[in-house]
């Protein structure tokens, strides 16, 4: 029997297109010093008018302590009627060692909004699994956003939470009360959607593992790259163009274990007349690197923040089309498209920089801030 009640999961409602604008933010404190979800708050509310109220979001790393070595799964359903087929299949594959609704704050600024459930699992110990557990979760999520009618996990990573839906950011973390979350790195997005739906599951961040991104711009190679990911089971379902990037980070590093840098020459590739100007051994491999993974590439204007549970992740377009800066202040970096956003939060800073076009920012836990100036 079809359910009739709304669906946020396979029928986004659909609008005109308007002018790009997006703001991402992201920090992260090098000493593992947790910061609860006010403060990124605050900072993405700064640049509300990026917004159109169609999509926001926050991702965050160090949440789960007393989980801290089980995935955490963030569910999303159309009903709360609808989680059988979904628990059933993981109670099937899965250990799941506590599952519970995802603590919401019900506020007139979000209107009718999708069930949410959050369990902590561990995939079940089978001497005849060859898959590696990482490998083995990512076929899980995959079976479950294209088989489960009414179902789509958000986020999956262990000791971190993805939190999006539509709406403005400072609003949706009010709705997901963040203010009781603490963690060591964060990211933001307010979102203004113009070639893809504005509906609860295509808000960013979009996260696989501990993998999460936000993203300003188009990724008009999507096409190209979600055919490319087909080939290695990935699959697409979010009807959003950054989707393909957390999933290319995923295979290009964990999997197929290149550097993050080696990832962002992928994503953002010298030109041609550049890489002819290379020494020898330079210009083989950004040779090769191209061959290898042409279908990988990024094609259009765009600024991404990635975080994983180690670090945060800066790059733009090697046109650099849209903004992006860096700041530091002690232990601490930040990322955003405004520098407005960061000094609303931290007013004095020791630092701070735009990047180069195409080249990566890489802040890592345990590792000094960059001390670098104005470009």
């Known amino acids: 029997m079809k359910c009739k009640h709304k669906s946020y999961i396979r029928r986004p409602e659909h609008y005109g297109k308007d002018i790009s604008a997006c703001g991402v933010f992201g920090l992260i404190n090098h000493d593992m010093n947790r910061v609860d979800g006010s403060l990124a ?18 991702a965050a790393y160090g949440i789960y302590p007393d ?3 089980l995935y955490a799964l963030h569910v999303m ?49 089978n001497p005849s699994r060859q898959l590696p557990d990482d490998d083995y979760m990512v076929s899980t999520i995959m079976h479950i956003n294209t088989e489960c009618e009414h179902a789509y996990v958000i986020s999956s990573g262990k000791d971190m939470g993805v939190f999006k839906g539509v709406g403005f950011p400072e609003d949706l973390a009010e709705f997901f009360r963040l203010d ?42 999507y096409g190209t790259n979600r055919r490319y990911l087909e080939m290695y089971d990935y699959r697409c379902t979010l009807q959003t163009d950054t989707e393909v990037v957390a999933y290319l980070m995923d295979l290009l590093v964990r999997r197929h274990k290149l550097s993050f840098a080696q990832a962002a020459a992928v994503f953002a590739p010298p030109f041609w007349k550049d890489i002819d100007q290379m020494h020898d051994e ?19 204007p765009f600024a991404f923040l990635l975080a994983y549970s180690e670090g945060l992740i800066g790059l733009n377009d090697r046109v650099k089309l849209r903004p992006l800066l860096v700041a530091v202040k002690d232990q601490t970096t930040y990322m955003s498209s405004e520098e ?36």
């Not at 407005?340 to 345990?366: E, F, T, W, Y």
Request: hydrophobic share 35%; proline share 7%.
């Open 282 to 300: 330079d210009r083989e491999f950004q040779t090769r690197l191209r061959m290898t993974y042409g279908s990988a590439a990024l094609n259009g």
């Open 180 to 221: 009781e979350y603490a963690g060591y790195i964060w990211l933001a997005h307010n979102r203004f959607p113009t070639n893809t739906p504005g509906w609860w599951g295509g808000a960013h961040p979009f996260g696989l593992l501990d993998w999460s991104i936000v993203h300003n711009g188009e990724i008009s190679s």
């Open 340 to 375: 407005s956003s960061i000094r609303q939060v931290c007013p004095q800073l020791d630092h701070i920089m735009v990047p180069r076009a195409g080249s990566p920012v890489i802040a890592k836990l345990n590792e000094q801030p960059m001390g670098v100036g104005v470009e």
């Open 77 to 125: 359903y159309d009903a709360k009627s609808d989680t059988a087929d979904c628990e059933s299949y993981l109670n099937q594959t899965l250990e799941v060692h506590r599952a519970e609704e995802l603590p919401l704050f019900e506020t007139p600024k979000i209107g009718d909004h999708p069930y949410f459930m959050r369990y902590f699992v561990s995939p079940r110990q």
């Open 41 to 58: 708050t605050r900072a993405i509310a700064n640049m509300h008018d990026r917004g159109n109220g169609l999509g926001g979001g926050f």
């Open 67 to 69: 989980h801290k070595d």
